[in-house]
Nanobody, 114 residues
Framework: QVQLVESGGGLVQPGGSLRLSCAASGIIFSIYTMGWYRQAPGKQRELVAAITSGGRTNYADSVKGRFTISRDNAKNTVYLQMNSLKPEDTAVYHC????????WGQGTRVTVSS
């Protein structure tokens, strides 16, 4: 079955960096668009970034220029490099792939605080 396992979250000070990873299994990883979403307390889940099978990327306006999504098809892994983190980036970050259904990882918590 499809499994997505995120890692790399943690507590970081404003202005700091983190790199999130999402390891996928149970799919032909290289042919699917992969996405990172986040959900902050009391807010709806929102798309942060996505990357197509061909490497095309798109970002939420709030993270453009600070976050970079990438993928390593040999490792079945998608990454989210987050720089210049702000307190408003605090959220649980989830990896997503859409097949006939949406599949989600369990999430990794990112807290940006001094």
């Amino acid at each position: 079955q499809v499994q997505l396992v995120e890692s790399g979250g943690g507590l970081v000070q404003p202005g700091g960096s983190l790199r999130l990873s999402c390891a996928a299994s149970g799919i032909i990883f290289s042919i699917y668009t992969m996405g990172w979403y986040r959900q902050a307390p009391g807010k709806q889940r929102e798309l942060v970034a996505a990357i197509t099978s061909g490497g095309r990327t798109n970002y939420a306006d709030s993270v453009k220029g600070r976050f970079t999504i990438s993928r390593d098809n040999a490792k079945n892994t998608v990454y989210l490099q987050m720089n210049s983190l702000k307190p408003e980036d605090t959220a649980v970050y989830h990896c997503n792939v859409h097949l006939t259904n949406d599949y989600w990882g369990q999430g990794t918590r990112v807290t940006v605080s001094s």
